[in-house]
Structures are given as structure tokens and as C-alpha cells.
């Protein structure tokens, strides 16, 4: 099942991250010579299982939010590149961790690291990532750029601890759940942003104008993933068509079918996620509950609202280049549905 929707400005041209990977480039050579450095070790595991998730084929959009917010206000120097591999390497640390928690076996089509090592093997390289993240921090030596991005962590730790707190509760709430992905993943967003500007030396109104366009496309970013879930296609999403509700994960297009069903439609929901009945049938039935409620349209509405506040967020900086492909990674972002 497609959902189309409109893109607003750019419903005439298939939104891209092209612009902004052809003016980051340079500086993501950089960036992946250092990850491949830096994911180094005599431990024969550690290069192994990072290697297994660095080259799997993401887009490194964190990293590259990172290199464009600096070059933005103007920023020349090695540090964008140490803060981005920092990023990064945060980021797939925070996927091993994640894959032990929900006990994935698919990440990106490819097995999990953790099905391959274990459990202990996939968070051990996870610290050790991060680890190296923070030394990357330390030599850039912006104790600004060093507080966002240990903020970012810790909170990224407490959404993790959240997440499990909600986990198959059918009575989590919409607030609940948003509270969940801001930390998440939209708090590592706004951090790659954020730290940009600061080691360009832009003003507060500069470094606010990049913390809220991350956080806002961060949400963004999730709400459609939560989307792709139920309405996209196997082979974009590097995973199954309903992997969430065989996972028994509660998402916004979930939350929203189960307030607005009937109480036997509220008991099949709690049967499935909180009972563990996810079979073909059942994800059928949960597709069309998601239909019939309008939850995937509801949950893009969302998604398109927060986008619109990261684009809000940049209107007062100065045009260039680098401020049109950020917001073309804003339209890109909620093009995945179609």
C-alpha cells in the first residue's frame, strides 16, 4: 500500500539529498577515511562488527547536517570533520544498542551485528564507538560542541529506557510517544546540527536557527519511518512490511487505530501487541485498521507539521546553497512515503 502526498514547494521535482551530498562531499572523504580510522583496533572483533553496520549502506545524513551547518556561517578548519565522524559513530553505536534492545534480526536487509556476534559482542563495539566519539570531541576542544553532544547521549540513553518503560503498552499516549523519538532521534539530529554553528563561532540566534531544524526534521524523519512501516515497499525499507508490529513496537500510526477503534478493535490491538498475536493474519487485520482510521495520513500530517517548523526554523539565516539543501533534505525526508 503507496500513500502519496503533497510536497508543498517541491511537488514539481523528486526531492534529493543530492545537493547536499554534492557540497558535503569533499568533507565526507574526510569523514569516512576518519571512521575507518578510527573504528581501528588490535581487538580483531571491534573493526569486524563496526565495519558490518559503517558499510551498510545509510546515507550518513547526521554527519553531513553537521559539515553543512558549519560551512553555513562560514566555518575552515578539521574540527567539522572530527565533530561529524563523532556524530556518526554515535549514531551507529546507538544502532548496535538498539538491535540487542529490540531484539532485531534485520537491520538495512542485512543481518544484524548482534545475530552474527551477540548480544555482548554488538554493545561492547557500541561503547567502544562511543568512546572513540568523545576522544574525536576532547581534540576538537569546544567545551560547547562537547556539552551538546554529551547532552545528546544521555538523553538518547534516557529515550532508550523510556521506549522500554512503554514498550507493548497499548495505553501509551501520542504525548508519550513523541516524548520517546524526540529523544531518540531527534536529539541526535539537533546536536549534529547544533554543534556546526558553534565551532564556526555563530551567534545564539545562528546556533538556535540549526538546534530546532534538526530536532524538527529528526521528528519528521521518524514519523515517516513509522509510516514506511505499514505503507512502504520491502525493498525501500531494507526490511519487511510490518517488522514493527511483528516486533510488537508501538508507533503513531498504532496509537492512533487503537484510541479512534471500538473496544473490540482496542482488544485485538492489545491481543497483538501486548500478547504477541502478529501473524500474517493478524498484520493484515492491523492494516486495515490503519487504513480504515486514517492513522498513516494522520501520522504524515504530523510529520509534515514538524518539517514545516524546521523549515521556519532556517527562513530568517541568509540564502545560500548550503541553506537550500538543508531544506531540501527537509521535502526529501517526507518523499520517502511515495
Known amino acids: 500500500m503507496g500513500v502519496v502526498i503533497p510536497l508543498g514547494e517541491n511537488k514539481n521535482k523528486q526531492a534529493s539529498v543530492k545537493p547536499l551530498v554534492d557540497l558535503t562531499s569533499s568533507g565526507m572523504d574526510r569523514v569516512n577515511q ?48 572530527k565533530l561529524a565522524t563523532s556524530v556518526e559513530f554515535m549514531h551507529t553505536a546507538t544502532l548496535l544498542h538498539d538491535d540487542v534492545v529490540d531484539e532485531s534480526d534485520l ?16 554493545v561492547l563495539v557500541g561503547d567502544f564507538l562511543l568512546g572513540q566519539a568523545f576522544k574525536m570531541m576532547v581534540e576538537v576542544g569546544s567545551l560547547d560542541a562537547l556539552d551538546v553532544l554529551a547532552t545528546a547521549a544521555s538523553v ?11 514498550a507493548k ?35 545564539r540566534a545562528g546556533r538556535n536557527a540549526l ?36 516486533e510488537g513496537k508501538i508507533t503513531l500510526p498504532v496509537i492512533l487505530a487503537y484510541r479512534r477503534g471500538t473496544q473490540e478493535e482496542r482488544q485485538f490491538w492489545r491481543d497483538a501487541i501486548e500478547g504477541g498475536e502478529t501473524d500474517a493474519a493478524q498484520l493484515e487485520k492491523a492494516l486495515g485498521l490503519i487504513s480504515k482510521y486514517g492513522s498513516l495520513g494522520d501520522t504524515i500530517q504530523r510529520a509534515l507539521h514538524y518539517g514545516t517548523i524546521a523549515r521556519d526554523a532556517l527562513a530568517p539565516l541568509p540564502e545560500s546553497a548550503w541553506k537550500d539543501a538543508l531544506l531540501e533534505v527537509i521535502d526529501f525526508c517526507v518523499a520517502r512515503i511515495n
Open 34 to 81: 576518519l571512521i575507518l580510522s578510527k573504528a581501528g583496533s588490535d581487538v580483531q572483533m571491534i573493526p569486524e562488527v563496526a565495519n558490518h553496520l559503517i558499510s551498510s549502506g545509510g546515507k550518513r545524513l547526521r554527519p553531513m547536517l553537521t559539515l553543512a551547518s558549519a560551512a553555513m556561517f562560514g566555518y575552515q578548519g578539521d574540527s567539522d570533520v
Open 107 to 122: 537491520r538495512r536487509g542485512k543481518s544484524t551485528a548482534r545475530i552474527i556476534w551477540g548480544n555482548q559482542a554488538s
Open 156 to 166: 538518547i540513553a534516557e529515550g532508550e529506557v523510556l521506549q522500554l518503560s512503554v
Open 169 to 203: 503498552n497499548m495505553e501509551t499516549t501520542e504525548d508519550d510517544y513523541l516524548q520517546v523519538i524526540r529523544a531518540k532521534t531527534a536529539a541526535l539530529f539537533a546536536a549534529a546540527s547544533e554543534v556546526g554553528p558553534i565551532i564556526a563561532n555563530a551567534d
Open 211 to 246: 538546534k530546532s531544524y534538526g530536532m524538527n526534521l529528526g521528528l519528521a524523519f521518524q514519523l515517516v519511518d513509522d509510516v514506511l512501516d505499514y505503507g512502504g515497499k520491502a525493498a525501500d525499507l531494507g526490511k519487511n512490511v510490518g517488522d514493527d508490529f511483528r
